[in-house]
């Protein structure tokens, strides 16, 4: 490592999904080292070990809402090293949901830096006196950078020479806890616990399960008369922690010719899919709209029953919906010979500004130039500190990384995953969509590549 480098403030960003969360880490990565500072992306399950390996001057959180990261989190700010929070998901329709994550039950937290994706949240964040200790900051949706150029070249480039016989419409699911209604019922309970006596929209949490279970059989309907109609490129896109296997069994009673035009794709990153499509239809109100929109996109959100945990008027008075499967097809004829990119419906401009504040593509920029500020200025953190366990899990994480693995490798987990299965279904998934050193290098790499008149990286 050069001197320079080493001299260079460091900060780490923890990455939860690969899929959802590594190319905006990479793109705050590049943006921040552009600015002199080094970063280093690491998996969620690594905050302890990052401390000993990296000794950052900043940590980013996706959240700091538990209590072991509460705790944590005072520990950082004893030693001098900052903490900011950046959310995963951070538009917040439900007032409830809103003071949930704003910090209403977690409330004890060091945090230094809170990055919102809009003012209500911002708003949220000081009624529950967290601008006391804390700089709260909008900055809009930095993932959805990727819609713009040059960053929208990360994931899709469309050559000039492809002519389509058929317009792509992308469908997207989201039925995430539809499966819960034929899971044990423990299932369901354990995944509402955190929320049931603190959100009131949570709280009656099996009507919702039950309503979206019939929203979820009632969606194939819909797709039935896509296909029916004959005349589209339909990719079906299931939310990635939905259950997938209905979605299977519907393609697989396809006849060939039908399945010539209609695509299951679980693979491709959902911006490409935006990006390549000519119309993108969504289940009740889902962020993906939102990208939609942010494309250019004519979009159509299909209702059912409206519940109110899963459909939130405010999105969809900007959407156009669609809550009869006959209706369907007229309409996606209709939208895909009348929509004009360049004149988005006035409701749809208001709603991005109050939810995702700016759509100009520079969120990530202005995030790295705030927190490049924080750390030039900020002292050396106390490493006299660390304690011997820092030390060990910090050799652990660069250990296994020099083999190419993440921090919470086990390689006795698939064998228990057999074992007891149940028990180790929540291990078994985070491992699924933790980053690799391999991955946050490709990522990077397609940044790179972005910015230059050469083809994406495969």
């Known amino acids: 490592m050069s001197q320079a480098k ?37 998996p969620l399950e690594a905050y302890r070990g990052v401390l000993a390996a990296h000794r950052p001057h900043l940590i980013v959180f996706n959240h700091i809402l538990a209590s072991h990261l509460e705790k944590y989190s005072q520990r950082l700010g004893q030693m001098g090293v900052r903490t900011a929070v950046l959310l995963n998901e951070g538009i917040l329709y439900d007032e409830g949901e809103m003071k949930y994550n704003a910090g209403r039950f977690h409330n004890d937290a060091h945090i230094d830096y ?50 389509r016989e058929r317009p792509k419409v992308l469908v997207c699911t989201n039925f995430v806890c539809a499966k819960f209604h034929e899971l044990p019922k423990e299932e369901g309970d354990k995944f509402f616990a955190a929320w049931k006596d603190r959100i009131p929209l949570h709280r009656d949490y099996w009507t919702a399960i039950g309503a979206q279970h019939r929203a979820r059989a009632r969606a194939f309907e819909f797709l039935d008369e896509l296909v029916a109609a004959d005349e589209f490129d339909i990719i079906l896109r299931p939310h990635p922690n939905e259950e997938q296997s209905l979605h299977h069994a519907w393609f697989g009673k396809l006849d060939a010719q039908r399945k010539r035009h209609v695509h299951l794709d679980l693979v491709t990153n959902i911006t490409t899919q935006i990006l390549d499509c000519d119309l993108e239809i969504s289940c009740e109100t889902c962020t993906t709209a939102l990208e939609a929109w942010m494309a250019g996109k004519p979009t159509v959100e299909l209702t059912f029953e409206k519940y109110p945990l899963w459909f939130h008027h405010d999105h969809g008075a900007a959407n156009e919906l669609c809550g009869e499967p006959k209706a369907l097809v007229p309409l996606v004829r209709k939208l895909l010979r009348e929509f004009d990119p360049a004149n988005l419906p006035a409701a749809r401009v208001a709603h991005l500004k109050k939810w995702c504040d700016r759509t100009d593509g520079q969120s990530c920029r202005t995030l790295a130039g705030m927190i490049a500020d924080a750390v030039k200025a900020a002292p050396e953190p106390d490493w006299s500190k660390l304690t011997a366990a820092d030390k060990r899990r910090g050799l652990k994480l660069k250990s296994l990384q020099s083999v190419g693995l993440p921090y919470h490798f086990n390689p006795f987990l698939p064998l228990k995953r057999f074992l007891r299965p149940q028990k180790y279904a929540v291990k078994t998934f985070a491992y699924s969509k933790s980053i690799r050193p391999a991955d946050v290098a490709e990522m990077r790499a397609r940044i790179h590549a972005s910015q230059q008149d050469v083809p994406l990286v495969n």
């Open 114 to 163: 809170y990055f919102c994706w809009n003012e209500p949240h911002a708003q949220a964040l000081r009624a529950e006196g967290f601008d006391k200790n804390t700089r709260i900051e909008v900055i809009g949706v930095p993932r959805f950078d990727f819609y713009k150029e040059p960053w929208s070249r990360v994931f899709y480039r469309r050559d000039p020479s492809d002519k």
């Open 6 to 42: 080493s001299a260079a403030k460091r900060v780490v960003l923890l990455v939860d999904s690969r899929r959802r969360d590594l190319p905006v880490a990479a793109l705050i990565a590049h943006q921040l080292e552009e600015l002199g500072l080094q970063c280093f992306l690491e």
